[in-house]
Structures are given as C-alpha cells and as structure tokens.
C-alpha cells in the first residue's frame, strides 16, 4: 500500500546530514530510484517510509504527507457515503410503493368524513374526525397482489384514546370495503 511522504521534508532532512541522495539510498537500504521517486513526488511503500524514518531517528507520522493523506481520507469517505446512498436505493424492495385510500365514514347516514389519505406501504397514516374519532390506517400490498388495509379506531372524546375496534379487511385496487362498529360505517377504497 502506498503512502504520500513529504517530498520537503525528506530532502530537508537529507541535506541536514549533509548526504547524497545516493549516500542516503545506502543508509536507508533502498534503491536509488526509491529515494529519487519520494523526493519527487512523495510516493512511497510504508516499509520505504519506515526505512527513512529509522535511517531519521523520528517516527513515519512526522514526514507523511498529512494534507494529501486527510484529502485522500476524505475523498474515501465520500465515495463510501455516496455508494452506501445508491446501494440503498437499489436494495428498496420492487414491491413498496404509496397507496391512496379512499376513505368515508358515516355515522346514522350522515357524512363525517370524506378524504383521500396518501398510505406510504406498511407505515400508518392517521386523521381525525370531529374530535371524537381518530382513524389509524395501514395498508399493504400482499402476495396474491390484494390489498390489505389494518385500521385503529378510536373514540378520543374527554381527553382519552380509547380503542374501540381494529378491523381488518382485504380488497382489490378500487373495490371498496365496508367496516361497520357501534354507529358508524366506514367505507375504505384503494387505488394504486
């Protein structure tokens, strides 16, 4: 693995030993054209980097290249960020898309609602009607391609929630489907 070593610095410390570049490729055990490359542009293996740095009597850190090496750090993480962001929306499941419901409900034949919720699949979207009714609405898409709408009902009049049914039904895009609790009449229609 290659490691970016300061260029200035190598030859600096070279030349307060009054060496060579040819003197220095002799203490170092390295060749020549190694010492020449890294006094250069810097390019070094980490074992000619431990060479130098022993051959110096200081550590590898202190002749890095810290700007190319933070650079380059960065410039890791970003394509790392933006490859985990594309795998993600690849790895979206095919089948996970918004369903719109259709949703009226009744009470002794008079209209208490009547609105279109916007249902992300498998995630719960809810409303509330007059201050007295919240309606919680999930729906999801099953294998045999039928829609599967769960609903929480519940009375939150005098400042409680207090459940009072949780029906399930299964329908077709655009048939509508009839829940009936206590004296309301909830009518739910999908369409994909």
Do not use: C
Request: proline residues 2%; neutral net charge; glycine residues 2%.
């Amino acid at each position: 693995m290659d490691i970016k070593l300061n260029s200035t610095k190598i030859k600096d410390l070279r030349n307060q030993h009054a060496w060579t570049q040819n003197q220095l490729a002799d203490v170092s055990g390295l060749s020549l054209r190694t010492i020449q490359r890294i006094e250069s542009n810097g390019s070094s293996s980490i074992e000619s980097a431990k060479s130098l740095a022993a051959v110096f009597e200081i550590k590898v850190e202190d002749i890095k290249n810290h700007k190319y090496n933070l650079f380059k750090q960065k410039a890791m993480i970003a394509s790392t960020f933006m490859l985990l962001i594309l795998s993600g929306l690849f790895l979206l499941p095919a089948n996970v898309q918004p369903i719109m419901v259709d949703l009226v409900l009744l009470s002794e034949n008079k209209e208490l609602a009547n609105v279109q919720l916007l249902n992300e699949e498998n995630k719960s979207s809810e409303m509330i009607v007059t201050n007295e009714i919240k309606i919680e609405v999930k729906s999801e898409i099953t294998h045999d391609k039928k829609i599967k709408i769960s609903t929480w009902l519940y009375n939150i009049s005098k400042g409680r929630h207090t459940l009072l049914a949780t029906p399930t039904v299964i329908t077709e895009h655009q048939q509508t489907a009839e829940i009936r609790f206590d004296q309301y009449v909830l009518f739910l229609t999908p369409n994909l």
